[in-house]
């Protein structure tokens, strides 16, 4: 399964403000599944997720970037305004030393903000991932803006301008 979004495009839940409550049920979503290969590059993705198992916001659980027609890159998008920004669970080698614009990248140059929890979650195995360049901020969770589980490896983060938030990162030892 392929999903791109190569030009503007907006993904969005119940009102074209972007201003929806995230704190109830039934939210829509985003959850890719290994066997997936997602590609976003310049979408606005607003209003999605809520706190319920698999439903948080934009999940990729199982993407492996080195084996074909799997992995994801979110590249130059705002993803805003919704209850958690990116999830990653149990992904592996979303960078592989590719370059920005080619498959399983990581995730690149976006603003990632107004989350009603964390900007970015890897709570459970999510390794070797590349973020780069990201605008992180305006993030409400109490706790943290960016979690990383202590079964999560190898991620790296590089050029990061994290701000404004309630929290900023927690790391657990593993």
């Known amino acids: 399964m392929s999903f791109e979004i190569y030009d503007y495009a907006m993904a969005q839940a119940e ?3 972007c201003t929806a409550s995230n704190a109830d049920t039934g939210n829509a979503y985003m ?6 290969e997602v590609f976003f590059r310049y979408a606005d993705i607003c209003d999605m997720g809520e706190n319920s198992a698999t ?3 934009v999940e990729f659980n199982g993407l492996a970037g080195h084996t074909a027609d799997s992995g994801f890159s ?3 998008s705002r993803i805003r ?3 958690t920004g990116i999830r990653l669970e149990s992904g592996t080698l979303n960078n592989n030393n590719r370059a920005e614009g080619t498959e399983a990248s990581g995730v690149r140059n976006n603003a990632i903000y107004g989350m009603d929890s964390m900007a970015i979650s890897i709570p459970n195995g999510g390794d070797n991932t590349m973020f780069y360049g990201n605008d992180i901020y305006e993030n409400s969770d109490s706790n943290w803006s960016i979690f990383i589980g202590s079964t999560s490896n ?6 990061n301008i994290i701000h404004d938030n309630t929290q900023f990162i927690h790391a657990q030892g593993g």
């Open 81 to 83: 305004d919704g209850y």
């Open 74 to 76: 979110v590249e130059k």
């Open 31 to 36: 959850s890719f599944q290994s066997n997936a």
């Open 15 to 17: 009102n074209n403000a």
């Open 154 to 159: 190898g991620n790296v983060f590089e050029e």
């Open 55 to 57: 439903k948080y916001g």
